[in-house]
């Protein structure tokens, strides 16, 4: 099993650009997360997932959107990139009460 | 407001003493309590959680953790530190979703 899998692992944008990011899951989990770390704030959640076809706001939603077409793919878009969203970007799925983490996305908007 | 705090940005401890990572948690109802770490460039890790019962848990590597009820802390120890467990312990809850401390950087030193 792969577990939980991200890509791209690093990205530079320019502001104003978009991207996608994409999570990927092999344990067949319903649930699923998208987080941002930044020093010293922790992990803060931006959507999460309940299942295939249902998304939901977290807690800093703004700017950002996600689609969950499959059980095991999460994406998460950049519409338009602004410097406040350089970050790294975590993917998680969950089992009961436990949270599988990805290897993160390291983004940089310039 | 729901929320969990860990007091200590670093934690400093020479190999073989034992450690002790701190954590309170404000929330309303029985909490779940859970540790991750993080090591360098990689997804957080489950370590170990509370949801009832005996108050001391164990979880991966030799860790483990007290609940506290009245005190609100749910502190992660182990009782013989190794230069691997450097890393980045994250605190959380479960409200519905995770909420994460700002994290404790741990530094074990030979």
């Known amino acids: 099993n792969a577990g939980v899998t991200q890509t791209p692992k690093f990205r530079v944008l320019k502001t104003g650009q978009s991207m996608t990011l994409l999570c990927a899951q092999d344990?067949?989990?319903?649930?699923m997360y998208w987080y941002r770390q930044d020093p010293g704030m922790g992990l803060r959640l931006i959507h999460y997932?309940?299942?295939?076809?249902?998304?939901a706001k977290g807690e800093v939603p703004d700017g950002y959107n996600v689609s969950r077409l499959k059980k095991q793919n999460f994406l998460l878009g950049l519409e338009s990139a602004a410097p406040s969203q350089t970050s790294v970007y975590f993917c998680?799925?969950?089992?009961?009460?436990?949270?599988?983490f990805g290897p993160g996305t390291r983004l940089t908007v310039t | 407001a729901q929320s969990v705090a860990q007091p200590e940005d670093q934690v400093n401890v020479a190999e073989g003493n034992p450690l002790t990572v701190k954590c309170t948690y404000s929330?309303?109802?029985?909490?779940?309590l859970f540790w991750y770490v993080q090591y360098p460039n990689r997804g957080l890790q489950f370590l170990l959680k509370?949801?009832?019962?005996?108050?001391l848990v164990k979880g991966s590597y030799g860790f483990e953790a007290e609940f506290n009820k009245s005190q609100t802390s749910f502190h992660l120890k182990k009782p013989s530190a190794l230069v691997s467990d450097s890393a980045l312990y994250f605190c959380?809850?479960?409200?519905?979703?995770?909420?994460f401390g700002q994290g404790t950087t741990l530094q074990v030193k030979p």
């Open positions: 997932s309940v299942g295939e076809g249902t998304t």
């Open positions: 959380a809850v479960e409200t519905g979703k995770l909420i």
């Open positions: 929330v309303s109802g029985n909490p779940y």
């Open positions: 998680a799925s969950q089992r009961g009460y436990e949270q599988y």
């Open positions: 509370y949801i009832t019962g005996d108050n």
């Open positions: 344990m067949n989990h319903e649930y």
